[in-house]
């Protein structure tokens, strides 16, 4: 099993920043990529970014290219999800989540295994 714990959410005005953390813990070595998920009242669930463990590969959904950046600590094992530019649409909950080698590289959320608990992200205008 894999467990990941998130933090770094919180309530930041327009054009602010905050900087998410997942912390892995368990079958790291198990890890095939990483990805960054949101859910916004209402709305399904969607990547916001990801990356493989080996940082070889990485993804950001359009909407978010060019404020966000994901990246990864092997020594720490902790992915983080740096979040500049904050937008009032960007107010989610940001899951972590974790999936192993099988089927390769994705996006979608149904391949991913292991997910974090949720943090709140509200950006107020």
């Known amino acids: 099993q894999v467990q990941l714990v998130e933090s770094g959410g919180g309530l930041v005005q327009a054009g602010g920043s905050l900087r998410l953390s997942c912390a892995v813990s368990?079958?790291?070595?198990?890890?095939?990529?990483m990805g960054w998920f949101r859910q916004a009242l209402g709305k399904e669930r969607e990547c916001v970014a990801a990356?493989?463990?080996?940082?070889?590969?990485?993804y950001y959904t359009d909407s978010v290219k060019g404020r966000f950046t994901i990246s990864r600590d092997n020594a720490k094992d902790t992915v983080y999800l740096q979040m500049n530019s904050l937008k009032p649409e960007d107010t989610a909950v940001y899951y972590c989540a974790a999936k192993g080698l099988r089927g390769g590289w994705s996006t979608d959320p149904a391949d991913f295994s292991f997910w974090g608990q949720g943090t709140q992200v509200t950006v107020s205008s």
């Open positions: 368990g079958r790291t070595l198990s890890t095939y990529a």
């Open positions: 990356i493989k463990w080996s940082g070889s590969i990485t």
